[in-house]
């Protein structure tokens, strides 16, 4: 037997589904949100319902956007010579808050991951690929795992006049960009 109401019940088993948050967790969450003013949780509940409805990939870099291209693919103030290839658009957010690079980025929407049946073709790999092949980028930093460092050499085989970066100095190789964001990602 459930010992909540049943939409309260059903609030906990939804946030309790969310990353990192447990019962215990989501049960805190669902009385917080009982007790705050009742335009802040109709907010919440309308932020939820609109980045399901307005949020995209860019077509350029695949990061997260309202429009067809993100603030940064038409941002003209751009080195548009040098690509930063990270795995998750919460990297790309990491490495802008650094304020460190300021050319323009590939998100691969993920890593490769055999064990978990993720492997290039689940990726924006060949994306990527048709973008520097057809880029003007002398430069490519993989501000990636070392798991992803196998789509570097990917993309080496068929862009072979680049320069193949995998991370600065200073960045520990396994940790993550969202770690590191006040480190510098090189020049």
């Not at 917080?32 to 399901?52: S, W």
């Not at 990939?57 to 990061?63: H, T």
């Not at 067809?68 to 919460?90: F, H, K, N, W, Y």
Request: with cysteine; aromatic share 6%.
């Amino acid at each position: 037997m459930d010992k909540h109401a049943g939409a309260v019940s059903e609030l906990v088993d939804q946030l309790g589904r969310l990353p990192g948050v447990g019962r215990k967790s989501a049960e805190r969450l669902a009385f917080h949100l009982l007790r705050v003013p009742e335009a802040e949780a109709i907010a919440l509940a309308d932020a939820i319902r609109r980045i399901r409805s307005d949020i995209r990939y860019c077509q350029a870099c695949f990061n997260l956007c309202e429009e067809e291209l993100c603030a940064i693919c038409r941002s003209g103030d751009r080195d548009t010579t040098r690509l930063c290839v990270v795995e998750q658009p919460r990297d790309l957010m990491s490495l802008e808050q650094s304020q460190a690079f300021n050319g323009l980025y590939h998100v691969l929407l993920g890593r490769i991951a055999p064990l978990d049946g993720i492997g290039p073709d689940q990726l924006t790999i060949d994306a990527l690929v048709d973008r520097v092949r057809n880029g003007n980028f002398s430069e490519v930093i993989m501000a990636t795992t070392q798991m992803s460092k196998a789509m570097a050499r990917r993309c080496t085989s068929v862009t072979y006049w680049l320069s193949f970066r995998c991370r600065s100095r200073g960045w520990p190789v396994e940790s993550p960009p969202e770690a590191c964001w006040n480190m510098p990602i090189g020049k």
